[in-house]
């Protein structure tokens, strides 16, 4: 495993889920914006910059792409270090919350 700060609260498990993630997207702490982006789109979740986008970012479902299941839009008026936040928030928000293969 990599160095991580160790939060006695924190449940063995969730630490081991973060890691297989990881793992699975081939990502490495600290994640680069870069390395994040190459991570998204192989894992079907395209990343595309709008200059007209009135929030940070936006997730859109794209049923009908073969490629890509996801396209996160995001501002280009946010810096790179807050950009990685936000493609790591969507790629949280769609993990957890819009994948659902059960339907």
């Known amino acids: 495993?990599?160095?991580?700060?160790?939060?006695?609260?924190?449940?063995?498990?969730?630490?081991?889920?973060?890691e297989v993630t990881r793992q699975v997207l081939g990502l490495t702490v600290p994640v680069s914006l870069e390395t994040l982006m190459e991570a998204m789109k192989k894992a079907g979740i395209q990343c595309v910059p709008d200059e007209s986008l009135d929030t940070d970012t936006r997730i859109v479902e794209l049923p009908e792409n073969p490629e890509y299941a996801f396209q996160v839009l995001y501002s280009i008026k946010i810096n790179d270090r807050s950009l990685i936040f936000c493609l790591a928030s969507a790629l949280g928000e769609i993990l957890l919350h819009r994948l659902n293969f059960a339907e």
């Open 1 to 18: 495993m990599n160095e991580y700060v160790r939060y006695m609260n924190m449940r063995y498990e969730m630490a081991e889920c973060a």
